[in-house]
């Protein structure tokens, strides 16, 4: 085989990439020697220090502040870097609309709107169709590119029920499937990357330790994820490694879902 796990000459656009998953899929990029582009929605700072940690960790990466709900503000975003960098290779979808990851808070279904509904649809499914719109027309160009967007474990296995968020996340693979089907013929590959609860991150923050003792202990691999264990496959699903993989989804919960 001789594709590699480099990705110098890529250029990287990674959403929702200024904290937790997205900071670490950056960084991960960037010490395989790409350009990352840290997309971001309003932490100016934390995006600056990401994109710093990406240039001593060995790659070029600059910052972008886009609201990815915006269609117009994703366009810019987009045509922005074809023109700053000349090409676009990979699209990491993983910005994330506001959620709070703790059982006790949890909204149950009696309680929920459908506005609820909506708004993590338009968090996840949104942001990506926006994003997938505005690149996919370079994508097609050079017959090649990779998009990946980070769904959740919960889909299959929903050990809380977050009704609205894994609804969302669940409708997100639907509409990943179907693009992978659809852009195949072009050499276009769409997968997705399904972590289990992910901690710490922002939005993890409180979810309290005897749920995730509970959690350990069903788990396999008897630990919880850390953001670098969702990075790695994200780079393998972007790489040449993955090269006649497309339409899949790779949990990676320690083994809580196993399909």
Same mark, same amino acid.
């Given at each position: 085989?001789?594709?590699? !796990? #480099?990705?110098?000459? #890529?250029?990287?656009?990674?959403?929702? %990439?200024?904290?937790?998953?997205?900071?670490?899929?950056?960084?991960?990029?960037?010490? *395989? +020697?790409?350009? =990352?582009?840290?997309?971001?929605?309003?932490?100016?700072?934390?995006?600056?220090?990401?994109?710093?940690?990406?240039? /001593?960790?060995?790659?070029?990466?600059?910052?972008?502040?886009?609201?990815?709900?915006?269609?117009?503000?994703?366009? /810019?975003?987009?045509?922005?870097? =074809?023109?700053?960098?000349?090409?676009?290779?990979?699209?990491?979808?993983?910005?994330?609309?506001?959620?709070? @990851?703790?059982?006790?808070?949890?909204?149950?279904?009696?309680?929920?709107?459908?506005?609820?509904?909506?708004?993590?649809?338009?968090?996840?499914?949104?942001?990506?169709?926006?994003?997938?719109?505005?690149?996919?027309?370079?994508? #097609?160009?050079?017959?090649?590119?990779?998009?990946?967007?980070?769904?959740?474990?919960?889909?299959?296995?929903?050990?809380?029920?977050?009704?609205?968020?894994?609804?969302? #996340?669940? /409708? &997100?693979?639907?509409?990943?499937?179907?693009?992978?089907?659809?852009? +195949?013929?072009? +050499?276009?590959?769409?997968?997705? =990357?399904?972590?289990? &609860?992910?901690?710490?991150?922002?939005?993890?923050?409180?979810?309290?330790?005897?749920?995730?003792?509970?959690?350990? /202990? %069903?788990?396999? !691999?008897?630990?919880? %994820?850390?953001? *670098?264990?969702?990075? +790695?496959?994200? &780079?393998?699903?972007?790489?040449?490694?993955?090269?006649?993989?497309?339409?899949?989804?790779? @949990? =990676?919960?320690?083994? &809580?879902?196993?399909?």
């Amino acid at each position: 085989m001789t594709a590699a !796990l #480099k990705f110098a000459g #890529k250029v990287v656009l990674v959403t929702g %990439a200024s904290r937790g998953i997205g900071a670490e899929i950056a960084r991960s990029f960037a010490r *395989e +020697g790409a350009t =990352v582009v840290v997309n971001y929605l309003s932490n100016t700072e934390a995006a600056n220090a990401v994109v710093a940690q990406c240039v /001593a960790a060995g790659g070029d990466a600059w910052a972008v502040q886009a609201d990815v709900g915006s269609a117009d503000a994703v366009q /810019a975003l987009v045509d922005g870097i =074809v023109q700053d960098a000349g090409r676009l290779d990979i699209v990491v979808n993983n910005a994330l609309r506001h959620y709070a @990851f703790d059982p006790r808070t949890r909204t149950a279904f009696d309680d929920l709107s459908w506005q609820q509904y909506q708004s993590q649809f338009d968090g996840s499914v949104g942001a990506a169709f926006n994003v997938c719109r505005a690149a996919l027309p370079h994508f #097609k160009q050079r017959a090649q590119g990779c998009i990946v967007n980070i769904v959740s474990n919960l889909v299959e296995h929903p050990v809380v029920p977050y009704h609205d968020y894994t609804t969302a #996340k669940a /409708a &997100l693979v639907a509409f990943s499937r179907n693009l992978a089907a659809e852009l +195949g013929p072009f +050499g276009i590959r769409v997968n997705c =990357v399904a972590p289990g &609860l992910v901690y710490p991150t922002e939005a993890s923050g409180g979810t309290q330790e005897a749920f995730r003792e509970q959690l350990i /202990a %069903a788990t396999p !691999l008897r630990r919880i %994820a850390q953001p *670098e264990d969702v990075a +790695g496959p994200v &780079l393998f699903l972007a790489s040449g490694w993955s090269s006649f993989m497309t339409g899949q989804v790779l @949990f =990676v919960d320690g083994g &809580l879902v196993m399909r």
